[in-house]
């Protein structure tokens, strides 16, 4: 199963490159990461992983990363 999501990060502002760079070119396995910054100290992440498992686990990974403030799910679908 495939699961994809939209998730609003909320960053320092002092950090927002630092943290753009960091969710874009972070490492997790199986799930991809595409970034993006829209307002100063907010990230839209779009996140594909395999299963839900997946997700969450990449999702609490990035919640680790310098700056990051709090993370909020705007979007999960999944497909067989």
């Known amino acids: 199963m495939l699961a994809r999501g939209y998730v609003l990060f909320e960053v320092e502002p002092a950090s927002d490159d630092v943290a753009l760079e960091r969710l874009t070119h972070h490492s997790l396995g199986g799930c991809k990461v595409l970034a993006s910054g829209i307002f100063p100290g907010e990230i839209v992440a779009h996140?594909?992983?395999d299963g839900l498992e997946n997700f969450n686990a990449a999702l609490v990974e990035l919640l680790g990363e310098t700056g990051v403030?709090?993370?909020?799910?705007?979007?999960?679908?999944?497909?067989?």
Not at 69 to 80: D, G, K, V
């Open 47 to 49: 996140l594909e992983a």
């Open 69 to 80: 403030r709090r993370a909020t799910t705007l979007r999960i679908t999944t497909t067989p």
